[in-house]
């Protein structure tokens, strides 16, 4: 019977198997990095990004001046879909 320690290494290490003429790796799980997730999703850090830029957008902008303000300003546009929740946020 392994021991826990032997079991946690047995874990991390890569597992290569081939099956006829193809080759399977099975790769360790991911570590997590320092806000604790395993994979940072970069969609939050672009979201964050134009929300910031929309903060600073003139008062009573429409859709595509908002968009064209993002655009200008982050060298990308954004959805509608980020504008509304934008929106929604800073009524509440």
Known sequence: MPT?????????????????????????PLRPTRNGRAGLRPHHERTAEVMRVLDEAPEGATYEQL??????RSHMGCSRRLVAKWRKAKCN
């Open 67 to 72: 968009i064209a303000h993002v655009r200008e």
């Open 4 to 28: 826990l320690h032997e079991f946690k290494r047995w874990l991390n290490e890569p597992i290569n198997k081939t099956f006829g003429a193809r080759e399977v790796k099975i790769l360790p």
